[in-house]
């Protein structure tokens, strides 16, 4: 990968630890991300990913040497409130304020370059603007233009078929078309509504099963809801 080919400006540490090492206190942001790929911008954690570091990896004790860790590796952000123990760190002689310097040197660049303190040309872009015809059309064919269907023995595309089966909390449920750190989609359209567009509510049965993890609240699937006799 070489980060300067798409000008990639930030980039996140993972959850996950490599060679003893959880990502966001890893060698490998200076020496591969920062040295040997070049990268000139800032780094930042997945949410709560430093204090993983003590809570789960618990390759640290608390808060303090989790962010000491975390900012004299590479990674200039937090996704969290581990950070806020980043004065104790340096009261503490984890980390120098040259260190902590540093990462700061390189959000303040980033909010610049974004015009987050002197503005920006994006801020005279009217609110009309937004999920406009032109750009629903082109982020459509973005889509179109992505999607890759794979050898399946003839399943799909679906044809001819009589009746399907929908079954699975992710067929009717926003969060899971959305994913984490997003906003509202205006119209958003989610599998089961397409497929009863497609082939006709009669046609399509369903079924949520499971929820996704264990004690996550959900909507209450549909299939749990009757109408009333007199209705």
């Not at 303090?64 to 123990?85: I, M, P």
């Not at 959305?178 to 599998?191: A, H, M």
């Amino acid at each position: 990968a070489d980060f300067s080919v798409g000008h990639a400006y930030s980039t996140m540490c993972a959850y996950n630890a490599t060679d003893s090492f959880p990502m966001c206190a890893s060698p490998l942001l200076a020496q591969r991300i920062r040295g040997d790929w070049g990268f000139k911008g800032f780094i930042v954690s997945d949410c709560d990913a430093v204090d993983d570091m003590v809570t789960g990896h618990k390759s640290e004790p608390d808060a303090a040497h989790a962010a000491a860790a975390a900012v004299k590796a590479g990674t200039d952000l937090d996704c969290g409130t581990t950070y806020d123990a980043l004065p104790q760190a340096v009261k503490d002689g984890l980390i120098s304020e040259a260190e902590v310097d540093t990462a700061l040197e390189r959000l303040m660049v980033a909010r610049i370059r974004m015009g987050l303190i002197d503005g920006s040309p994006y801020d005279a872009i009217p609110a009309g603007d937004l999920n406009a015809p032109e750009h629903r059309r082109l982020a459509l064919r973005a889509a179109q233009e992505a999607i890759v269907l794979l050898k399946n023995g003839g399943a799909l595309p679906l044809a001819g078929v009589k009746k399907i089966a929908v079954i699975g909390p992710n067929a009717d449920l926003l969060q899971s078309v959305e994913g984490n750190y997003t906003g509202s989609p205006p119209d958003p359209s989610l599998p089961l509504p397409a497929l009863r567009d497609a082939f006709g509510a009669d046609n399509v049965l369903y079924a949520a099963g499971a929820p996704l993890t264990d004690n996550m609240r959900m909507p209450v699937p549909e299939s749990y809801l009757k109408p009333a006799a007199d209705s």
